[in-house]
C-alpha cells in the first residue's frame, strides 16, 4: 500500500513483534563503522502537487527523440511502428501477464510465446529459438555460456572488436569467473579479417562472435568467419540486425550456431534507453538445447485431442532453482516478444524486406549528401546497410551539441568507445528518414562545420 505511511503505533507494533525495543536495537547487528553516521542530504518534504510540479519540470528537461530528427543508432533505432501493435500489447491480458509458473494455465501467454519462437527461427534460419532475454548484450553473454557447455573447452572466446563495446562489456562482467578468456580482435578498417580468425583460433577456442551489420554499421565476411570458427571445432556466434535480415542473409545460412540481436528494432518503442529485447535462437542439436537459457514452448495436444502449449525439453528447476538452472534468467520479456511477433506478422516477409531496402537507399543517399559536405568524409569503404560511420574534422560533441540545439540527434560518437576514433560517428538511417530530413541535416552539419572549424 505506497499511500499509506507507517504510523508510530505501527512501527511500535513491528519492533514488538519481532523482539526489538527500538530501530537502533533491530540495527544492532551491523558494525558500526558499516553504518551511515550522518543525516542523509534530502531536501524537505513537498506537499504533493508541489512535488508533482517539481517532477514534471524535471521531466520537461527530455527531449524525447520523436521532438527531433532522429539518426542515433547503436543497437537502438527509431524504426515505425505499427498501430496494431501497440493495440493487441495494450490488451490487459498481455499487458498485466507475468512469467508462466504453472504454465498449463497460461496458454494465451505460452502460444504467443510460440508464435514469437517460431518467428525467430524463421528470422535466423536456425531451429530453436527461447522466449526472449533482457538485450542485446546479455544475449551474447549468454551464447558464450551456451558455447562453454556445448564445447567443454575453456580457452579463449575471440570477439571481433567491431562488436558493440556494451556487448563485449557485458560479456566480461558476466565471464569473469569462468574458465574462459575474452579476446577481442582488433579491426582496424571496420570489419574483421577472415584470415585473423583462422590464426587466431586453436583447438582450445570456445568460440567466435561477429557482429554484421557491426558497430561501425560495416558488414562482415561472416559466412568465411564462420567457416575459421568451425575448422577449428569452435562455436559460431552471429550477432546480427533483425531489420537488415529482410535483405542480407540469414545467421543460419552464414552456418551461425548460435544468433543473437537487439530486438528494439521490431516494435519496441526508444523508450530513453529501454526495457529492449534480447533475442537467442540456436542449431537443433542437443548440446544446443540442452543449454539454452530461459524458456522454450512447445506445442502438443491435451487429453481431449485439442491443441495446447507447454513449457518443454526443460524442468522447473530451470526456472525456480538457481543451482540447477542452465541459467539464472527466469522472468522473460514477454511483452516485448508479443511487440515483436505482432510486428513482423503486421509487417510480413515483403513489408520486412521493403523496410530494409528503404533503410539501405536513404542511407546511402544519406552519406553521399554528407560526404559532399566540407570536413566529412566516410570511415571505412564497406558496404552497409542503414548505419555508417563519418569523421569529422571539428570538436564532435560541440558539433553534435549545435546539431542538437537545431532539431537533429545527428549520431553518435564513438570515441568514447574507440580512443583512436575520437573524430567519429556513426548516423543510422531509418525508413522513417525523409529527403527533406536529410538534406536538412547535411545543410546543418555544415553550417557547425563552419563554426567550429
Known sequence: MPYLLNTDA?????????????????????????????????????????????????????????????????????????????????????????????????????QAVFEYQTLMCQLTGLEVANASLYEAGSAVAEAVLMALGATGRTGEVLVAGSVHPQYVQTLRTLTENLPCRVRVLPTPHGFLDPDDVAK???????????????????????????????????????????????????????????????????????????????????????????????????????????????????????????????????????LLALRAAVHLVALGPKGLRDTAELCLRKAHYAAAELAKVGGVRLAFDRPFVKEFTVRLSADVPAVLAGLRGAGFLAGLPLGGWFPDLPDAVAVAVTEKRTKAEIDALAAALREQLAQHA
Open 200 to 334: 587466431a583460433v586453436s583447438d582450445t577456442t570456445v568460440c567466435v562472435i561477429l557482429q554484421s551489420p557491426n558497430v561501425f554499421g560495416c558488414l562482415e565476411e561472416s559466412a568465411a568467419v564462420g567457416a575459421a570458427a568451425k575448422k577449428a571445432g569452435a562455436v559460431f556466434v552471429s550477432v546480427f540486425d533483425p531489420v537488415s535480415v529482410g535483405l542480407l542473409r540469414r545467421p543460419g545460412d552464414d552456418g551461425a550456431d548460435i544468433a543473437v540481436a537487439e530486438g528494439q528494432g521490431l516494435g519496441v518503442p526508444l523508450g530513453f534507453g529501454g526495457p529492449y529485447l534480447g533475442i537467442l535462437a540456436c542449431r537443433g542439436e542437443s548440446e544446443y538445447l540442452r543449454k539454452i537459457p530461459g524458456r522454450l514452448v512447445g506445442q502438443t495436444t491435451d487429453r481431449n485431442g485439442k491443441r495446447c502449449w507447454v513449457l518443454t525439453l526443460q524442468t522447473r528447476e530451470q526456472h525456480i532453482r538457481r543451482e540447477k538452472a542452465t541459467s539464472n534468467i527466469c522472468t522473460n520479456q514477454g
Open 10 to 110: 505501527d512501527r511500535a507494533a513491528m519492533l514488538a513483534k519481532i523482539g526489538a525495543a527500538s530501530v537502533d536495537d533491530l540495527f544492532a547487528p551491523i558494525p558500526p563503522e558499516l553504518r551511515l553516521n550522518r543525516p542523509l542530504d534530502i531536501p524537505p518534504a513537498l506537499a504533493e502537487q508541489e512535488l508533482t510540479a517539481h517532477i514534471q519540470a524535471l521531466a520537461a528537461k527530455n527531449r524525447p527523440a520523436g521532438e527531433l530528427v532522429c539518426f542515433l543508432g547503436g543497437g537502438a533505432y527509431d524504426h515505425f511502428i505499427p498501430a496494431v501493435v501497440d493495440a493487441i500489447a495494450g490488451r490487459s491480458e498481455f499487458y498485466t501477464a507475468y512469467t508462466p509458473y504453472q504454465a498449463e494455465a497460461s496458454q494465451g501467454t505460452l
